[in-house]
């Protein structure tokens, strides 16, 4: 079964497992066919992470996050008056060296069954014939007007006059699938060495961009240890660092755990309550010690260590809200978007993959480099282009991701994978800026803690809270007493809170497959 957020993109997935390609196999035709379908986060100049667990029990990581260019600095986002700029959200500097195609390629190389080629192909195809634009692509690329119209390029593929397109258009894209083509025939080199390597190169320059040839040579995508910890009695395999959201997430599950917050049932005031201070304490945790491990020492052992949890815990009030200031400082405002992609697919034999990519913000940094179709990031804004001051999610960031050459800024991307009794259990992932953490755990909470049936965990309504600006952000659906309740209890408190990241989900049970769509937004859920 595969679950991603465009029809297009899991059909050829469910194809890939249906010719007998395994689970790896269908994430790489799938993450190349959403960057041909969902131009707004599938991508090829992008970056993600890739989490597996075979059927034999082995697990595999895969870091194909972008890096920063060896022309990148510090305060390269600051201007004469320190003040950060926009140049690190939109256009050429914004990007930073892509990731994608070394991650799949490594991934496929390791543990793929099929030809590399066969599973570009359908992206090849989608890109050289065109699609018919769903309603919600049409509105999203519309939504980016202003973005695109900037770079003529993106100005002339996505928005044709200029204007919107239409639901049900074709949209064509013969650049890119040459791209894709030479990507097929010629694997990752291309990209890095190749034509499309050089072409990206001489673009970057003409532009003002950072990305060098030497830069896309030397980009490495690369196998980490999964983070692993238990929640109960059920095995949560997550992203470690340059991802905070693995820690984040176990963190806030063992502050949780054994308190009996799940007593008063979803969406109580109480449980809310608990879940939001989880949340702070977290999140003031990733504002101050989260990285790139390569470059900082990120003390995940301390933050998971038990009696760090157990000191934590201590302070939560269960009837008062504890005032972030009390916890950390800093400030931000919250910039909710749901930019990002992910999918999970569980095969035949039981081997999953749970894979979240991305270009950022929608669209990325704007720029479809010429000639070659593709569009580029703005991933260089998960940096903390100032420590202390909040980036495009409204998070506060410390030295630990301040930009350095060769660097990886920090995610909160958390691909997850959830055993029972050592068995697949549960494959679990999502976009949302920040709030992806919180969407993940709340979902996979949902289920473990509340009973739910994989659609329903899906369908609840979530929170959000991280730690600045001191409030919790709540979806629609919660009940005005509970809102009451929580005020009641000094939480600020938005009950027009935006979405909470768009989690799917897949759910292993008694040899059945559940898939779950995420409602707010669009995809396909599909099995054969
Ligand atoms: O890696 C990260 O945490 C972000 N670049 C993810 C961006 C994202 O999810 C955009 N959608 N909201």
């Known amino acids: 079964m595969v679950v991603a957020q465009e029809p297009n993109a899991t059909d050829a997935g469910v194809a890939v497992l249906k010719a007998g390609g395994n689970a790896v196999d269908a994430a790489v035709a799938v993450a190349f066919a959403l960057s041909v379908t969902h131009p707004f986060a599938g991508n090829i100049g992008g970056g993600g992470f890739l989490l597996a667990r075979f059927a034999d029990g082995r697990t595999a990581f895969i870091d194909f996050r972008e890096t920063a260019p060896a022309g990148a600095s510090h305060d390269m986002y600051l201007d004469a008056s320190g003040k950060p700029t926009r140049d690190s959200l939109v256009g050429w500097r914004a990007a930073g060296v892509p990731g994608t195609v070394r991650g799949l390629e490594l991934a496929h190389k390791k543990f ?16 050289a014939n065109g699609f018919e634009l769903s309603y919600s692509t049409a509105k999203s690329i519309c ?5 695109l119209n900037q770079f003529p390029e993106s100005k002339r593929i996505f928005l044709k006059a200029g204007g919107c397109p239409e639901t049900g258009e074709k949209l064509i894209q013969p650049e890119l699938a040459e791209t894709l083509r030479r990507i097929a025939g010629e694997g990752a080199k291309d990209f890095y060495e190749g034509e499309t390597a050089r072409r990206l190169a001489v673009a970057m320059a003409a532009n003002g961009g950072l990305i060098t040839l030497e830069d896309l040579k030397s980009y490495r995508a690369v196998e980490r240890q999964p983070l692993e910890g238990k929640y109960k009695n059920y095995g949560i395999i997550t992203a470690p660092p340059p991802s905070s959201g693995g820690v984040a997430m176990l963190e806030m599950m063992a502050l949780l755990e054994g308190t009996g ?16 201070e989880a949340m702070r304490r977290a999140y003031a945790d990733r504002a101050e010690f989260l990285g790139d491990p390569d470059f900082v020492h990120v003390p995940v052992k301390g933050l998971l260590n038990p009696r760090y949890i157990a ?3 201590s302070t939560i009030d269960v009837k008062r809200a504890t005032p972030s200031d009390v916890i950390g400082h800093g400030d931000a405002t919250v910039f909710e978007t749901n930019e990002t992609t992910h999918f999970n697919v569980i095969d035949a034999e039981g081997n999953a993959v749970s894979l979240t990519y991305t270009l950022n913000g929608g669209y990325g940094n704007g720029v479809t480099v010429p000639g070659l ?3 580029l990031n703005n991933e260089m804004d998960d940096f903390a282009a100032k420590p202390g001051t909040p980036n495009l999610f409204g998070l506060i960031q410390g030295e630990a991701n301040a930009i350095m050459p060769h660097k990886r800024p920090l995610s909160s991307m958390t691909p997850t994978i959830v055993t029972r009794d050592g068995k697949l259990f549960m494959v679990v992932g999502a976009p949302g800026g920040g709030r992806i953490i919180n969407g993940v ?3 996979i909470l949902n289920v473990l803690d509340f009973g739910m049936d994989v659609q329903q965990a899906v369908d609840q309504p979530r929170l959000h809270h991280q730690w600045k600006p001191d409030k919790i952000s709540l979806e629609r659906g919660f009940s005005p007493d509970t809102v009451a309740l929580l005020r009641g209890m000094g939480h600020e408190v938005d009950p027009e809170g935006g979405g909470v990241a768009s989690v799917e ?6 040899g059945w497959i559940q898939g779950a769509q995420n409602g707010r937004s669009t995809g396909k859920a599909a099995g054969y």
């Open 441 to 443: 755990m709340q979902v």
């Open 261 to 276: 917050y799940e007593k008063a049932g979803a969406g109580s005031a109480s449980t809310t309550h608990y879940l939001a």
């Open 311 to 313: 000191g934590l815990r």
């Open 505 to 510: 989900a897949l759910l292993v049970d008694g």
């Open 143 to 147: 939504a980016s007007t202003k973005l």
């Open 112 to 127: 793929g069954r099929k030809p590399w080629a066969e599973l570009v192909q359908p992206a090849v195809d989608f890109a």
């Open 373 to 375: 179709g593709f569009l």
